[in-house]
Each structure stands twice: as structure tokens, then as C-alpha cells.
């Protein structure tokens, strides 16, 4: 079992940054890989980043490439999410998952979710 938590999220305007954080704690936290989704109101939960187990492997969706950063630290059990120049369209709840094998961009392959953090971008 993983137990992740997500913290961060705020209200900021549009062209400002944020930093999401998410702690892992049980089973060992090097051993999985890791994933950001986020969901807005009305939509599909979708995928946002993902990084492998090592941090040598790191993948974004077309919407968020050049602007958001996936970094993990496994001395800490923390993934982090560094989203710059944000936009109203990036509002969402987002979340953390871990993922028992090399992430993939389908929500449907990660083992276990955190509880999410409301993300609201201002215009």
C-alpha cells in the first residue's frame, strides 16, 4: 500500500507559477513510478506528467509541455509538480498517482491516488 498526499494548490493568476508536492509513505517509493492527472469541472480526468522510477524518464501531455516540470526526490518520498506560466485552462483539481511499473499516460495503470489539490488560475 502507498499513501500519497498532495499539497500546493492555490489561487493565482494567469502567467504566475505554482509548485504542487506530493508524499509518499508505505511501500518503497523508488520502486514505483509516479504520475500527475488533473480533472476540471464537467471533464475526463486527464494526464498531465509522468516520470519513471529513476526521474531518467519524464513525458508531459502537448498542453502542458515547455511550462509544467516533473521532479521526484526518493531520499524524501516526494514528487513534485513546478507549473509556470500558468492559464485559466490549467484550473483543475489535481492529483498524484504511483504507478507499480514504468508510468504510462492512462490513469487506468496507476495502483494508487492521492486525494487531490485544487489548482484555479485567474485571467
Known amino acids: 500500500q502507498v499513501q500519497l498526499v498532495e499539497s500546493g494548490g492555490g489561487l493565482v493568476q494567469a502567467g504566475g507559477s505554482l509548485r504542487l508536492s506530493c508524499a509518499a509513505s508505505?511501500?518503497?517509493?523508488?520502486?514505483?513510478?509516479m504520475g500527475w492527472f488533473r480533472q476540471a469541472p464537467g471533464k475526463e480526468r486527464e494526464f498531465v506528467a509522468a516520470?519513471?522510477?529513476?526521474?531518467?524518464?519524464?513525458f508531459y501531455a502537448d498542453s502542458v509541455k515547455g511550462r509544467f516540470t516533473i521532479s521526484r526526490d526518493n531520499a524524501k518520498n516526494m514528487v513534485y509538480l513546478q507549473m509556470d506560466s500558468l492559464k485559466p485552462e490549467d484550473t483543475a483539481v489535481y492529483y498524484c498517482?504511483?504507478?507499480?511499473?514504468?508510468?504510462?499516460?492512462?490513469?487506468?495503470?496507476?495502483?494508487?491516488w492521492g486525494q487531490g489539490t485544487q489548482v484555479t488560475v485567474s485571467s
Open positions: 516520470i519513471s522510477w529513476s526521474g531518467g524518464s519524464r
Open positions: 508505505g511501500r518503497t517509493f523508488s520502486n514505483y513510478g
Open positions: 498517482a504511483a504507478d507499480n511499473s514504468f508510468p504510462t499516460y492512462s490513469d487506468l495503470t496507476y495502483d494508487y
